[in-house]
């Protein structure tokens, strides 16, 4: 029987300052990835990437925060989402790396921008686009958890808070700051259930994107700082110095010494036990644009500020304690002769995300596109040097193809990348896999892809024509040094590609410059020339994965053809096993346009005429595993297969159709391995998967099996184990199952679901 395991997970963060947490206790690292929340362990020595995902919410996920409770409490996953909720998660205490949902926070009326918590407390609070910041408390007893919502309050000027800090003032006391699409920070403090308003901090001249507050000296009734990261390039600082309210006579107002403030104009917050005077504590200059996040870490004994902006890059920020200054220490990032315009040039956006790993000696950053880069402190060259970090599609995954032999896998999908997935061996017993290139960076939504031969891909997009990408020595060198995949013409390839100025073609790179290294087939950056968007390849340890500045500008493929001939937007496209010829077909709503074009990869010239049979777009092209079979399927229920011409190798005719083959439209099909090679499975928005034999009846399918919701994709191991065919079926809804079929008697043996994607 087979069986299976999960061996790797690539999943892109979601664009949200506040979508990620890195745990001081365990050292894991959450963050959103479309409605999933997924786990990483950024310093595991195995790096075996994202291991875990957890599924509940329905849409985006835009907060996450560990949440360390009361003493003796388990710790809890707190995550935000755009479908208006926070889930709470708890590990389960036999598999650690399995969470479920041990309660559900419902309420506000918009999505959830922003969360934070008092750690070793009980208390939450949540900021959503309703205009409102919801206070919660959390309580466990007899291994359940319970929630209760203890304050609603209302922004006043309204504003949608984006960011919130949660800090405790004193044993009964919270303080609360909070600020978002308005250019203030607006100060709460009072008892758990009766926050009220109590300071408006003035200075920032755009939205405040983040918050962070922290204790100065590391002890419960030392001053607090609190950070302010705003979009008008600025980091403001600001001192919450703590007091006890000084016993009075009956009609004597208090005394109040300001000696030792600053002599700019101080808040007071006052609760029924403690009072905090708010003053303005530094301005922090550095940044070239909008910053997203900052995060406080407390290291030898100081407070260190981490800042992430859209000019791509960290700012490390400490206290000089002889003058008093706050000072940029380290930055780190893209340097600005590499930023670009394109996504094919740079993070395009820059760093959503900055966080503190528990000890203080690594940082990671979340980029637009979606990858985490990783820092660590080298302290022997006393720098800090990036480490291999995770990446993964932004938007929906499209298509994906493994290469003719099995030795890598390419994915495309709608955030407009194809990605190159391999393992790496690393001269290690324990493997792991990684993103080993980046190969076609482009300008519209690609939908479909297929492998032509171990050196060529092809590729569909929203546009008109198809494109042919061709292996470059660069990716064939890495490929060969991490992950043994020998390619024998790797020294005829050409050595990298590059995307001129306002172009969607990937142009080949000749590799004579002489790099810095000395090492031949290396170019460098011409900083001064205006195409400041190409790609350019540069020298690189192979010894290792590519990290995220090397996979977006040195790993793209060389584009070698295009091909013409469809009125729309290409929907499928399939490759014959041999490598000799090309169906293609795109959107259509009429005839005339719902046709499959055939063309000859010896001289990429189209075979006509082209094969009708549908009368609306074709969504899935497959060819047998001997070739000599087309299957095509449609959004007109109906699936056809085309039989190739014994006289002319190259040319097809219909062999058979059936117009009524689903009751809705039909999405995905693959062929059975049999001796026959007639046997085939379509699948569709009817939630059936059918079994179809040309060889017997048109009309009716062998089997049918049933899915539990619309069927989005199938496919069958290219041969049979133990008399039984393995065929995996994944569902519009994130589920996997793999049906074990008898070869002979063709019904279902077991059934196995893999888990929720």
């Known amino acids: 029987m087979v069986t299976f395991q999960t061996d790797y997970i690539a999943a892109g963060g979601n664009r949200h300052p506040a979508a990620a947490d890195w745990d001081e206790s365990t050292g894991l690292l959450a963050y959103g990835s479309d409605r999933s929340v997924a786990f990483w362990k950024p310093l595991d020595s195995q790096r075996r990437g994202v291991f875990a995902l ?27 989402s755009v479908d208006r909720t926070v889930r709470l998660w708890q590990s389960d205490p036999v598999s650690p790396d399995v969470y479920r949902t041990v309660g559900v926070l419902d309420g506000h009326a918009s999505s959830i921008n922003c ?31 319970e929630t209760c919502l203890l304050q609603t309050i209302q922004t006043s000027p309204r ?14 006391d919270l303080l609360l700051a909070a600020a978002g699409t308005r250019a203030d920070i607006h100060v709460y ?11 408006t901090l003035a200075g920032h001249e755009g939205w405040i994107r983040s918050l962070a507050m922290t204790a100065e000296e590391g002890q419960a009734d030392g001053d607090l700082l609190l950070a302010s990261a705003s979009q008008d390039k600025y980091i403001r600082l600001w001192r919450f110095h703590r007091s006890a309210i000084p016993a009075r006579r009956d009609g004597q107002a208090p005394h109040i010494d300001f000696e030792g403030f600053l002599s700019n104009k101080a808040h007071k917050v006052e609760t029924s036990a403690i009072s905090c005077f708010i003053t303005f504590e530094a301005l922090l200059l550095g940044h070239d644009d909008w910053i997203y996040t900052v995060s406080w870490k407390r290291t030898a004994g100081r407070p260190r500020l981490l800042s992430a902006s859209a000019d791509s890059s960290l700012a490390m920020w400490d206290h000089d304690g002889g003058s008093g200054v706050w000072l940029c220490t380290a930055r780190l990032g893209e340097i600005s002769a590499q930023k670009g315009s394109t996504t094919a040039t740079g993070s395009m956006g820059g760093f959503w995300i900055g966080l503190w790993s528990p000890d203080g000696r690594s940082v990671v950053s979340l980029g637009r596109i979606g990858s985490w880069r990783l820092w660590n402190y080298d302290r022997d ?38 990605r190159l997935h ?24 690609l939908n479909c892809i297929d492998t032509l031969k171990e050196l060529q891909f092809v590729s569909g997009a929203d546009e008109k024509l198809l494109r042919v990408f061709d292996e ?15 390619n024998p013409q790797e020294q005829e390839l050409p050595a990298a590609a590059n995307v001129p100025v306002l172009s969607l073609s990937n142009k080949a790179v000749d590799g004579d410059a002489e790099g810095p290294s000395g090492r031949t087939g290396v170019l460098v950056e011409d900083v001064s020339s205006q195409d400041v968007g190409s790609a350019v390849m540069a020298t690189q340890d192979h010894s290792r994965p590519p990290i995220e500045d090397e996979l977006a500008r040195q790993t793209l493929w060389p584009e070698s053809e295009k091909l013409y001939g469809h009125g ?25 346009h719902a046709v499959i074009r055939l063309f000859e990869t010896s001289d990429w010239r189209e075979l006509k005429p082209p094969l009708t049979a549908h009368s609306l777009t074709v969504t899935s092209l497959r060819f047998s595993s001997d070739d000599r079979y087309l299957l095509s399927t449609g959004r007109d229920r109906q699936w056809a297969v085309f039989i190739r011409d014994t006289a002319s190798h190259s040319m097809f005719r219909l062999r058979a159709k059936n117009p009524k083959a689903h009751s809705r439209m039909i999405l995905s099909s693959c062929w059975a391995p049999s001796a026959s090679e007639k046997l085939f499975v379509t699948a569709g928005r009817d939630k059936a998967c059918k079994f179809w034999d040309l060889q017997k009846s048109e009309g009716e399918p062998v089997i049918t099996i049933t899915a539990p919701a619309p069927v989005t994709a199938v496919d069958i191991l290219p041969r049979a184990v133990e008399g039984t065919f393995a065929l995996a079926v994944a569902t519009e809804s994130g589920e996997v199952t793999v049906h074990h079929v008898g070869q002979a008697t063709l019904t279902v043996k077991s059934s196995h679901k893999l888990g929720d994607l």
């Open 568 to 592: 729309y937007e290409i929907s499928a496209v399939a490759a014959s096993h041999d490598g000799s010829v090309i169906a293609t077909a795109c959107k259509a709503s009429s005839l005339d």
């Open 159 to 172: 504003f949608l808070p984006l960011a919130v800090a949660l800090s405790a003032l004193g044993p009964d």
């Open 189 to 199: 403090a009072g008892g758990e259930r009766c926050l009220t308003h109590q300071a």
């Open 381 to 418: 060259h006393q720098r800090w040097m990036q480490g291999i970090g995770v990446s993964g599609h932004t938007k929906s995954v499209t298509d994906i193809a493994w290469a003719r032999n099995g030795s890598y896998l390419l994915s495309t999908g709608s955030d407009q990348t194809t």
């Open 472 to 486: 470059p020595k660069a990716t064939a060198e890495v490929l060969r040094s991490c992950c043994g995949i020998q």
């Open 54 to 80: 957890l599924h509940g919410h329905s849409d985006d996920v835009t907060a996450v925060k560990f949440f360390h409770p009361a003493k003796d409490w388990p710790e809890l996953v707190l995550s935000g």
């Open 422 to 445: 391999a393992e790496w061996t690393n001269g290690q017993p324990q493997r792991s896999w990684h993103e080993f290139g980046r190969p076609q960076i482009h300008g519209y939504d």
């Open 115 to 145: 969360l934070d918590v008092v750690q070793g407390g009980r208390v939450l609070a949540t900021g959503s686009a309703d205009a409102t910041i919801k206070i919660w408390q959390v309580m466990y007893a007899n291994r359940q958890w």
